[in-house]
């Protein structure tokens, strides 16, 4: 419980980074173990400046870089806590799911983009932009691609699933909006 009330101190703009730091070393104290660097990299993740979140969007699209999975989901689950940063991410979430068709590495992508997706602030126009990568992605030539079939079709299914996901929550937002 303290936990996720401290990621949410981290989303506030109205305190300064220090007190939070000092709050976030006052609860995990001299602990080491997994769940302190979750909660480290949930607090990083979820800083409401554009330089940090810059910063961990390039951690976490960086495939080179020492990050377990683990670490790099951490930082994509807790990525778009804030809505003001999501217009500008949104975008470079688009790019970067373009960009994916081509990897080989098919665990990344999948996890990238279910995790990372901007359910919250989600437009018409990423869904038609998804839905357009689908149909895209489908129609290629699987022979005259580097990445084999089932990689493939493992891509387009996490799209489209994740395309049905927004849809889905596009259509709350405006069902409640109504009321």
């Not at 990372?116 to 437009?123: E, G, K, L, V, Y």
């Not at 839905?131 to 691609?145: A, F, G, I, P």
């Amino acid at each position: 419980m303290k936990e996720a009330v401290l990621i949410k101190i981290f989303a506030y703009s109205d305190i300064e980074e220090t007190e939070k730091q000092a709050l976030l070393l006052e609860v995990i104290g001299n602990g080491k173990s997994d769940m302190i660097d979750k909660l480290k990299l949930a607090c990083e993740a979820s800083l409401p400046s554009i330089e940090s979140k810059q910063r961990v969007w390039d951690k976490i699209i960086d495939t080179e870089n020492e990050l377990s999975t683990h670490q790099r989901t951490t930082y994509m689950a807790h990525f778009f806590k804030r809505d003001e940063f999501c217009p500008m991410f949104r975008d470079k979430y688009i790019e970067e799911v373009l960009k994916m068709a081509d990897y080989e590495d098919t665990e990344f992508a999948i996890n990238f983009i279910a995790t990372t997706a901007p359910i919250a602030c989600a437009t018409d126009d990423l869904v038609e932009k998804l839905k357009m990568q689908t149909s895209v992605s489908k129609l290629l030539d699987t022979n005259s691609h580097p990445i084999e079939n089932s990689s493939r079709i493992s891509y387009i299914r996490i799209v489209t699933q994740i395309t049905e996901v927004i849809e889905r929550s596009l259509k709350v937002k405006q069902f409640t909006s109504q009321k």
